[in-house]
């Protein structure tokens, strides 16, 4: 897999976006890239992924470049709850478009959201 | 969703004793379950993959004998820290992969495990 690099740590305001941004220079074409989250003490949460579209659900916004070798992952309105270990991961979908092998976790960023 | 259920979601035990977690998936039939350790301000750390009625796959550095892998049926796999010492204290978190066709999210985790051996 892809190995990915992001900023250990990251401080935003209440209320206002939190832009994390992860670099996966080394991507290859069947690639994603999946953020999960993970706040104290509590297992990972899956937020959303993608292939080379930008995508967003309710949870948060993914930015793809073009090359596909970095992401940013956007938290619109960020609140004190999403004070969270964020991962970005980059994992292989087959052709059936399910994802297989195992999940590798990097440092991942701290973000802190304060009021 | 897919929901995965830990359980416990604490214990502490005896230092030469053993300890079973349990991760089952909820609505989901998962082939494939892996196990993770996380030490505190650390990242998870894969201890092991486990496959439906077969033999798990443990990363390197990680005891088979100490860590027991049990995953008989679709819906649930079992952790056994055997003869548990005060270093294996930490935070033990299972994921199940939902092997549906199309379902890209994938790996669903369950809520962790913290073990403390005293």
């Known amino acids: 897999d892809a190995k990915t690099t992001q900023p250990t740590s990251m401080d935003c305001a209440e209320g206002r976006a939190a832009n994390l941004p992860c670099n996966h220079s080394?991507?290859?074409?069947?690639?994603?890239v999946y953020w999960y989250r993970q706040i104290h003490s509590q297992g990972p949460q899956y937020i959303i992924h993608?292939?080379?579209n930008n995508e967003t659900n309710e949870m948060a916004s993914l930015i793809i470049t073009e090359d596909r070798k970095s992401s940013t992952l956007i938290l619109p309105h960020a609140t004190l709850r999403d004070t969270a270990v964020y991962y970005c991961?980059?994992?292989?979908?087959?052709?059936?478009?399910?994802?297989?092998?195992?999940?590798?976790f990097g440092q991942g960023t701290i973000l802190t959201v304060h009021p | 969703g897919a929901v995965v259920s830990q359980h416990p979601s604490w214990v502490i035990c005896k230092s030469g004793t053993s300890v079973k977690i349990e991760c089952r998936s909820l609505?989901?039939?998962?082939?494939?379950m892996f196990w993770y350790r996380q030490f505190p301000k650390q990242s998870l750390m894969l201890m092991a993959t486990?496959?439906?009625?077969?033999?798990?796959?443990?990363e390197q550095g990680v005891e088979k004998d100490k860590f027991l892998i049990n995953h008989a049926s679709l819906t649930l796999s079992t952790l056994t820290v055997t003869s548990a010492h005060p270093e294996d204290s930490s935070f033990y978190i299972c994921?199940?992969?939902?092997?549906?066709?199309?379902?890209?999210?994938?790996?669903?985790f369950g809520s962790g495990t913290r073990l403390t051996v005293v």
């Open positions: 991961i980059v994992r292989a979908i087959n052709a059936g478009g399910t994802s297989y092998g195992k999940l590798t």
């Open positions: 486990s496959n439906e009625g077969s033999k798990a796959t443990y």
């Open positions: 609505d989901f039939q998962a082939t494939t």
């Open positions: 994921s199940a992969r939902d092997g549906r066709e199309g379902w890209a999210y994938g790996y669903t």
């Open positions: 080394t991507i290859s074409g069947n690639e994603y």
């Open positions: 993608g292939l080379k």
